[in-house]
Nanobody, 124 residues
Framework: QAQLVESGGGLVQPGGSLRLSCAAS????????ITWFRQAPGREREGVSC????????NYADSVKGRFTISRDNSKNMVYLQMNSLKPEDTAIYYC?????????????????WGQGTLVTVSE
């Protein structure tokens, strides 16, 4: 069946880096845009970054712009989120999600497929 599986989360000190991965199976990833969301304890889920199906268009939340980079390799059915200069406020569960549409729907939560999430903790 179709699924997304995130990996790469962990504990990192402020200023450090992590690279999250999102592995797709059971469907053709190249037809879908991918969005990374995150949800911190006690807070609403928020969109972090998204990438079009071909990878030629990306979008970032203001809070991560200049620090995070989204990319994809459709030949490997993978999407990545490189996170640099991490801050304690980046602590959250990070999810990847897929849908065919892109553009204005980038950070909308109505997606076709969701992963189970990976925990990122930024702390001393």
């Amino acid at each position: 069946q179709a699924q997304l599986v995130e990996s790469g989360g962990g504990l990192v000190q402020p200023g450090g880096s992590l690279r999250l991965s999102c592995a797709a199976s059971g469907f053709t990833l190249s037809y879908y845009s991918i969005t990374w969301f995150r949800q911190a304890p006690g807070r609403e889920r928020e969109g972090v970054s998204c990438i079009s199906s071909s990878g030629d268009s990306t979008n970032y939340a203001d809070s991560v712009k200049g620090r995070f980079t989204i990319s994809r390799d459709n030949s490997k059915n993978m999407v990545y989120l490189q996170m640099n200069s991490l801050k304690p406020e980046d602590t959250a569960i990070y999810y990847c999600a897929a849908e065919v549409a892109y553009g204005s729907r980038c950070f909308k939560p109505q997606k076709t497929y969701w992963g189970q999430g990976t925990l990122v903790t930024v702390s001393e």
